[in-house]
């Protein structure tokens, strides 16, 4: 570790009083012993309270509760020779006052009793009842008599009767309004402070050799962590870096992990929320939030703030539909505030991640705020191999993997895909009890992430089966006879996912980033020759081919209104506007009479290209019929294979209209 390095862990352990590498929380290291409350202890508390007073009520005296006839009767029988005269009853007791005082001396002198113990503890009571007799048989029977005052209740009755219930109300208060707060154990009168969570050096764990398939993107955050480091080289200089990076890139593209790499080379704290942490309930509580993430990220300098979705407050305002939505925006205007307030040689570098960019206001994307743009797109071919190789460190793999195939194969995924496809290998070999992992595992987790889970369990009748064994293969003839079309490597009738009831895979050879007129309208083709080839054996055709449909309509469409691909609108984009309302598509900004055109131009597109692919099966009926009856008998058939056929089956077929 650099000298720079070294003095800012010296500093942050003086200001923290905690090793750099320990999680921070609000009050201390997050691994010291901090009592918390529980309902349990109370509960406890107040079993313990009324066993105690049950058992001092119990060694008070033993009362018999008898009815006022029996009372009298064991007056006159002389089992009672006292009687105390309360309010509401009588109390007799079987010994008189001159008893109980010369039984008491006896105790005091010799340690013994003339009347038993249980004699003492024995007493009997009745309601009291207005009988002008009752006083003239005490007198007759010679019963001393005397009048008391009610009794008052002890402490400890007072306490559980009357203090208790405001004790319990008081709790229950706090625990639910404790339940209330927000993460980090804040609460409901804490909603203001922010959730973020301060990571030292070393906590991310990870390095930006952890990164593959971003190398343009991570070079333009080298000077970033360059600066954290050295900031003196560019201050001397009169230089100054970025105050804000916007990390923008399709999801699971590895946006999250690049800023954590930059934190762990950069070795300073990093605060870490997503765009949803700053807006709730409260009106008032995402500025509020704002305000004091950037205090705590100045009072820790140098450091890195990264807003993960950041869409989420920082929509452009002139898109904000119907209403709006006054939170976000004071939300958005005070992130706005804080990013202009503070210089970025103190050290606090904001980066952001969104795959939404377009949407985002201009205001935030301005230099000064987010002065840079680091595009992450999905990974190229080494890209994906590179990445690949990380995620199968672990993974024992079995000599003849090739990764560089696979890579092929998973064109077009991003970095998340793949760690799955990795990860869901190991777990076939598992399952299936083998050491190693081979190749077929990560191919079967290929189709599995393309195509979704296998369900052999899902059992067509032979009708239905053959339908779609000609479906698919009509998929793939078409390709096959289709002109750079990508090859086929894989035909099945398994079902997977939650409809497809077979599916046709197409590895490219290479990565492709633009596509010809006619590569576009051979991609047409291939989606067309499902429902080509059910027409071409049974003469109708069925609901299997809907979504193929689907996906070829809206191609045509694509190439008439995005790219310029039509005989009147040629060159020309007809674009609709953008709303702001979530799941509304925007109005067109084009004339009605253009969305007739456009309909009736798909339409005709579609169905001469259709007429084409009918035209090449029914020539080809034969092969179409071939590879059929082994599909069905084998229910997949490879690359290799369905090339070998296709090539000896195939006679005639016309390349355009």
């Known amino acids: ?81 006292r009687v105390a005269i309360q309010d509401q009853q009588y109390i007799g007791y079987p010994f008189t006052r001159a008893q109980a005082a010369s039984d008491l001396q006896n105790y005091s002198s010799n340690g013994s009793s003339s009347v038993s113990t249980g004699t003492y503890l024995q007493s009997y009571s009745t309601y ?20 008391t005052a009610p009794e008052k209740p002890s402490i400890l009755s007072s306490i559980l009767s009357y203090v208790l219930p405001f004790v319990f109300i008081i709790l229950f208060w706090r625990f639910l309004f404790s339940k209330m707060g927000g993460q980090g154990g804040q609460g409901v009168l804490s909603f203001n402070q922010n959730k973020a969570k301060i990571v030292a050096e070393g906590d991310t764990g990870v390095r930006f050799a952890d990164v593959a398939g971003a190398d343009e993107s991570k070079y333009e955050l080298e000077e970033v962590v360059d600066f954290l480091k050295r900031p003196e080289k560019y201050t001397e200089i009169g230089g100054k870096i970025p105050k804000g990076v916007l990390l923008v890139g399709p999801p ?34 995402g500025a509020a939030r704002v305000r004091d993430l950037f205090r705590q990220a100045r009072e820790n300098s140098p450091c890195i703030i990264f807003i993960d979705e950041i869409d989420a407050i920082g929509r452009s305002r002139t898109s904000a539909g119907i209403g709006g939505n006054d939170e976000r ?39 000064g705020r ?31 993997v090739d990764l560089r ?26 399952r299936q009890q083998r050491k190693v992992v081979k190749q077929e595992d990560f191919e079967e987790a290929i189709e599995k992430s393309v195509a979704g889970l296998e369900r052999k369990s899902r059992l067509l009748n032979e009708k239905e089966r053959e339908r779609v064994a000609y479906h698919e293969t009509g998929h793939a003839l078409t390709a096959f006879m289709t002109k750079g079309s990508e090859p086929v490597s894989k035909i099945s009738i398994v079902p997977r996912g939650m409809g497809a009831l077979g599916y046709t895979l197409q590895y490219p050879t290479e990565d492709r980033f633009l596509l010809s007129q006619s590569e576009l309208l051979g991609n047409i083709d291939t989606l067309l ?32 209104t995005e790219f310029g691909m039509s005989e009147r609108y040629r060159n020309i984009t007809l674009p609709t506007t953008q709303s702001g309302i979530a799941g509304v598509s925007g109005a067109r ?48 058939l490879g690359g290799t294979e369905f090339e070998a056929l296709a090539k000896s089956e195939v006679i005639d077929y016309s390349a355009d209209v």
């Open 589 to 636: 900004e084009y004339s009605e009479k253009a969305q007739e055109y456009i309909d009736a131009e798909t339409a005709r597109i579609v169905g001469e290209r259709y007429e084409l692919v009918k035209s090449n099966l029914e020539k080809n009926k034969k092969a179409l019929e071939t590879i059929t009856k082994e599909l069905l008998e084998k229910e997949v």
């Open 529 to 560: 020759g499902g429902r080509a080839a059910e027409e071409v054996i049974y003469q109708e055709i069925s609901t299997g081919a809907g979504n193929d449909i689907s996906r070829a309509s809206d191609l045509v469409r694509r190439m008439i």
């Open 128 to 147: 009291k009842v207005d009988d002008a007799s009752f006083i003239p048989l005490l007198d007759e029977k010679g019963v001393e008599y005397y009048a």
């Open 370 to 400: 987010f002065d840079r743009q680091v595009l992450i797109d999905k990974p190229d071919l080494e890209g994906r191999l590179a990445i690949l190789k990380i995620h199968t460190k672990q993974i024992k793999l079995e000599d003849n």
């Open 252 to 285: 699971g593209t590895g946006k999250t992990l690049l800023a954590k790499a930059v934190a762990g080379e950069a070795g300073v704290p990093f605060f870490k929320m997503s765009g949803a942490d700053f807006v709730e309930m409260f009106v008032g509580v």
């Open 1 to 81: 570790m650099n000298k720079d390095n070294k003095d800012w862990k010296e500093s942050f352990k003086q200001k923290f009083n905690i090793e750099p590498g320990v999680h921070l929380g609000d009050k201390g290291p997050r691994n010291s012993k901090k009592f918390t409350f529980s309902f349990w202890y109370f509960f406890i508390i107040l079993l313990v309270f009324l066993a105690m007073n049950a058992f001092m009520v119990s060694r008070q005296t033993n009362v018999t509760s008898v009815d006022y006839t029996q009372f009298k009767s064991l007056i006159e029988d002389g089992t009672i020779k």
């Open 329 to 367: 925006e004071q939300t958005l205007n005070q992130l706005l505030v804080e990013m202009d307030g503070f210089d970025s040689r103190t050290g606090v570098i904001i980066i952001a991640a969104t795959n939404r960019p377009e949407i985002l206001d201009p205001a935030l994307l301005r230099p």
């Open 405 to 430: 195939k696979i890579a092929q194969g998973a064109a077009g995924l991003a970095g998340a895909d793949l760690a799955n496809i990795a990860n869901e290998a190991a777990l076939m070999a598992v």
